[in-house]
């Protein structure tokens, strides 16, 4: 199963596009339009519903109607006061950095996403309008064309995390044939877009993952998986050229670079990882870096042709109506999430 249905609809209106535009009809953006905020760092409860008004775009952004919002690790730590706190600058706050939905209004008449265009993207906030809204400004370089073959909440699974695995895998990696990569927690939403990546361009892949998950990421193209509820990886993971870690805690960072050849590479993902890392690597003879992911609407372009052809595809675990954010919070926060999370805002 790849997704479920959402759990309710919500309204949506036409009306004729503005003066200018290319398409025939464009949604209108209102005034006024709901929007999941916190006031500041909190629990899941801190997150409720208002009325604010649609964001402006101006220079390059665009104006979307989201459908549906992706829930990534970084909404829920942002909320509760790490993430990308140090860049709020003011509360209140609308979390969210995946989007998928329609462009309401383009930067200029002749620009390749015209009103009507069904986008998907990774937004920029905290500086801007976040994604758990009915409508976002975003800089038209993060956007591509929705992949056809997906709905709006499919699509809005993918961005952030398929973005971080193409630049984990593809950019940072260079994943190849004959090359050996371990990958931490493959079942979560940037795991398991690691694994397909990774043995799509011909990695032999090894991935942690607790038993209920291993039949599935054999399916998606892991060719080991680990059981890290009964097995230590560095039992089995030997000669590795890459681990890509997406969990940073002392203990999972110490025991990969065990397992890494000399001059292998260790990449620690979660921003809050473990800081000893770079030392103990270098101790250890092998290289270590941390990694931030990026924006990218070409990158993002390439990603949505490769699950409409089928090459990937993404798995969303649960649906979530836009009121029922903190739910999809705590969920998330339990770390079992397999694959994606997507708050379902408004109709398609
Ligand atoms: N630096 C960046 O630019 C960047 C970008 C994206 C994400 N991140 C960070 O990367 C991390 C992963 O993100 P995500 O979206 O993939 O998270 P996620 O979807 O919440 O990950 C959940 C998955 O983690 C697995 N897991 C939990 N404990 C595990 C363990 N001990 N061993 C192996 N697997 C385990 C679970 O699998 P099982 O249930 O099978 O155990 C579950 O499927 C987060 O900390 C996120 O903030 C950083």
């Given amino acids: 199963m790849r997704f479920r249905p959402p759990r309710s609809a919500a309204r949506t209106t036409t009306a004729r596009a503005p003066r200018g535009a290319l398409a025939e009809t464009v949604e209108a953006p209102p005034e006024h339009m709901r929007a999941v905020l916190f006031d500041g760092p909190g629990d899941p409860s801190a997150l409720r519903v208002d009325t604010i008004p649609v964001p402006s775009p101006v220079m390059d952004e665009v104006l979307v109607r989201v459908v549906a919002a992706g829930v990534n690790p970084i909404d829920a730590k942002t909320r509760a006061g790490g993430g990308v706190t140090p860049g709020i600058a003011s509360y209140p706050v609308v979390p969210g950095f995946d989007l998928s939905g329609v462009v309401v209004a383009s930067p200029f008449e002749a620009h390749p996403l015209p009103p009507g265009t069904p986008v998907f993207g990774m937004a920029a906030v905290p500086r801007t309008a976040g994604a758990y809204a009915e409508y976002a400004v975003v800089p038209s370089t993060s956007l591509a064309r929705k992949p056809s073959s997906l709905s709006h909440v499919e699509a809005a699974g993918v961005p952030l995390a398929a973005l971080t695995a193409w630049q984990l895998i593809v950019e940072t990696a260079h994943a190849h044939e004959g090359q050996r990569i371990l990958i931490h927690a493959g079942a979560g939403g940037v795991g398991h877009f690691a694994v397909q990546f990774a043995s799509y361009f011909g990695a032999h892949v090894s991935a942690t993952a607790s038993a ?117 919070h705590r969920h998330l926060e339990t770390g079992r999430t397999r694959g994606k999370l997507v708050l379902q805002v408004s109709d398609g």
């Fill in 212 to 328: 209920a998950n291993a039949s599935w990421l054999r399916e998606l193209g892991a060719h080991v998986v680990i059981d890290h509820t009964t097995t230590r990886f560095e039992e089995v993971a030997t000669d590795v050229d890459v681990v890509i870690a997406l969990l940073g805690d002392e203990s999972t960072v110490t025991r990969s670079l065990q397992v890494l050849r000399p001059g292998g590479l260790l990449v620690v993902v979660p921003s809050s990882g473990w800081p000893g890392y770079a030392e103990a690597a270098a101790d250890a003879g092998v290289r270590a870096t941390r990694f931030k992911v990026v924006p990218d609407g070409v990158a993002l372009s390439t990603i949505g042709r490769l699950l409409d052809s089928g090459a990937i595809q993404v798995y969303i675990e649960d649906v979530f109506d836009l009121e029922d954010a903190a739910d999809a």
